[in-house]
């Protein structure tokens, strides 16, 4: 059975102006603070995605709400190079540091980072084999208008490939794993990155009204995707969710 949000909760404000103030204020700390949090398994998660959802050579890759680039500096290692990727967001101070990361990996003529909107991408329907998003889609203000433009973009045979944080299932883990969550977790982050719009306890929050398991499956089918199929990761703590866009890739 899934576990829903309370429905007293306030709704999240997931207003483009708030989140990208939000980030764009924790851009300095963003990548130390993922791997701390989460114990460095970030890092696994996204090798996954790759392994899952494999690179193929010479057909375009795009990673929405890139970030720092993780994902797609993650691709263009899985693809050797061989593989041109478009790494999209629409906080720049976020880009900045995806550029400096790039460079570091001499990936910069290869990963191109753009100043964008995953609700209103500025590229062609039918452009890339792979569409991805990680820990990205639920800051997106409308998550189907989101979900709507990656499976435009994507070619017909195309993956779109959706990694984001779930809700262990379990008494005993999901009540540990919540109390770390919605407790911990906001304290952490603000010691480490003060920031004055509250972005680590937006984090649980946001997750916990984000549709997840069965939901975000029967979602992503509803907007065309075929073959959706869910990986839970690491007990449930994060989701990886595949789909195809109907079609064969030419």
């Known amino acids: 059975m899934n576990v829903v949000a309370d429905p007293v909760s306030p709704q999240v404000d997931k207003s483009g102006r708030r989140v990208r103030a939000m980030f764009a204020s924790i851009a300095g700390r963003y990548d130390l603070l993922n791997h701390l949090l989460s114990l460095n398994i970030d890092r ?3 090798r996954f995605t790759t392994r899952t959802v494999p690179p193929i050579e010479g057909l375009p890759i795009l990673d929405c709400c890139t970030g720092t680039g993780d994902l797609a500096l993650e691709y263009d290692k899985a ?3 061989k593989c041109p990727i ?4 629409f906080c ?4 900045v540091r995806g550029l400096s990361k790039a460079g570091k990996a001499k990936a910069s003529d ?5 100043e ?5 991408l500025p590229v062609s329907s039918d452009t890339f084999g792979i569409v991805t998003v990680a820990f990205g889609l639920r800051n997106v203000s409308d998550t189907v208008r989101g979900i709507d433009e990656m499976v435009r973009v994507a070619l017909p045979g195309g993956k779109v490939a959706i990694l984001e944080f779930s809700r262990p299932r379990g008494r005993l883990l999901g009540g540990f794993y919540l109390f770390f969550f ?4 906001p304290r952490l982050g603000q010691a480490i990155a003060p920031n004055r719009h509250d972005a ?3 984090l649980p929050a946001s997750v916990m009204q984000f549709p997840d398991g069965k939901e975000m499956v029967d979602l992503l089918t509803s907007r065309g995707l075929g073959g959706v199929k869910a990986h839970p990761l690491t007990f449930g703590i994060a989701t990886l969710y595949v789909g195809t866009k109907p079609g064969s890739l030419r």
């Open 44 to 46: 696994s998660w996204r």
């Open 79 to 81: 693809s050797k190079g």
């Open 86 to 89: 478009v790494a999209t967001d």
């Open 92 to 95: 720049r101070p976020m880009l």
């Open 110 to 114: 290869r990963v191109i980072l753009v």
């Open 116 to 120: 964008a909107d995953t609700q209103a």
């Open 182 to 185: 919605k407790r911990i977790l």
């Open 200 to 202: 680590y306890s937006y």
